[in-house]
């Protein structure tokens, strides 16, 4: 699994120069570089697979991190009550990210009329509800159906919250 925790540079020299999001996630560029590994479950009500291509898009490029579709499905029951199902989704997809070496698993769905992707974050790691900003299995974000650029950012910067650092 991707290693979170912050470590200096091969210099010793500490954070100077680098970037913020390097500064707190340790990436460095180049072949020493770690990466946050992320999981796309394919989303439901997505028949044709068009917009979980699109989420694994907007996600592929983004330094630090590789996003991969998970090769699992999630039971294509929808409730109403979303509490037990995202409980279960977050316990089931922990044990995928386990076998996966991953830290976030993104998963969501396309709700009826559908011009709206609703998404949710499980990270790796069990939360703790007293992290700042602590993303509950019930926190979700919500994207419009063939989102632009700018989504793409935002969705980028969630995946980043979500992520639970090891310090």
Known sequence: M????PRPDSAGAGTAGRGLLASLFGWRGGSGAR???VRVVPLLGD????????????LEKRPG???RRLKKDLPPERTEDLVPRA???AAQGRQ???RAGADLLVWGDIPEPGPTLRLWFVPAALEDEDRPGYFGSLTHLDL???FEAEYAQILFLTCLGAV???S
Do not use: F
């Open 96 to 98: 995928w990210l386990a």
């Open 2 to 5: 991707g290693k979170m925790a």
């Open 35 to 37: 990466r946050i590994e």
């Open 144 to 146: 419009p159906v063939d």
């Open 47 to 58: 028949a044709k697979g068009t917009q979980t291509r699109q989420v694994l898009a907007a």
């Open 87 to 89: 409980k279960a989704v």
């Open 65 to 67: 991190l590789v996003a």
């Open 164 to 166: 639970l650092p090891e």
